[in-house]
């Protein structure tokens, strides 16, 4: 029988890398509420995501993804890795017409985090696209 080789002796560890703990006291918490999904994150003043996640990475899947307590959950999530960062104040800005918007606002407020403002940066389109022809039953 042969025998299994040993890896050479340095090649065997791999590097550990450490997250970094930043210290941010304030930040801006982004949801995202579509028809199937909420996505929350939370980001420094100029933009750079400390902490995310969304329903689906709850651990929500198929149709109860777009529930209001799943956007809770993707929201106190969030929150708490954000604290872990040092964040204590946040300005929410609030995109998408899905279920989940007011829940995961709540979720925020209740995680601990002191909410400074509220925006609602739905795109809205000047008239956009031209709609489907009218169907014809």
């Not at 279920?99 to 956009?128: C, M, W």
Request: zero cysteines; charged letters at 20%; a positive charge.
């Amino acid at each position: 029988m042969a025998r299994a080789k040993k890896p050479a002796s340095g090649s065997s560890r791999s590097k550990v890398v450490k997250k970094v703990v930043k210290n941010i006291p304030y930040g801006q918490a982004h949801i995202f509420a579509t028809f199937n999904n909420t996505i929350v994150s939370m980001t420094d003043q100029t933009g750079n995501v400390v902490a995310w996640s969304s329903a689906g990475t709850s651990g929500f899947k198929g149709s109860r993804k777009s529930t209001p307590y799943a956007a809770r959950m993707a929201a106190q999530t969030a929150s708490e890795n954000a604290q872990g960062h040092g964040m204590k104040e946040v300005d929410v800005f609030v995109k998408g017409p899905g279920p989940g918007r007011e829940a995961a606002i709540r979720a925020i407020q209740g995680s601990g985090l002191k909410v400074r403002s509220i925006s609602d940066v739905t795109p809205v389109p000047h008239n956009g696209v031209r709609p489907p022809k009218k169907r014809r039953v």
